[in-house]
């Protein structure tokens, strides 16, 4: 059953949105080479070109997620990530949802993301697939290798 969350921006100064960050970016590291590691530390994602959200239900954080400016057209997907306790529930549904929704709200006519395309990203993958996300070709400082995929919405 997918919980009932309220799904608000974070200025990412709060314990559990810091000790989510650090696991989303151990498991990055765990699951990547290092140079394809491209997720952001918490002082990246409080930067003014990037809009950082959390997750919670009720008083229990259930994930995250971003959305960085790249233009007036185009946004970034960053740190989308459900809490081990949270995955497999909607959660990440939730978040993507909500960035689309701020996504439009910006006026962009489309949002991209990066991933990786071993094994352990393959859920990304699907929830991505699964909201009209489809495969397309290296934006921003990316570049095309058998690691990464890069995946675009139009809008």
Known sequence: MTPTLAIVPDDLTGEPVLALLQLHLNEMHRW??????HAMPAERLRQPDVLFFSAWDGDTLAGCGAIK??????????????APQYRGKGVGKAILLRLLEEARARGYSRVSLETGRPEPFRAAQNLYLSHGFVECPPFGDYVSDEFSICMTKVL
Request: glycine fraction near 4%.
């Open 32 to 37: 990547s080479p290092a140079c394809k590691v």
């Open 69 to 82: 400016h790249l233009d007036d057209t185009h946004g970034e997907l960053k740190s989308m990530r459900a």
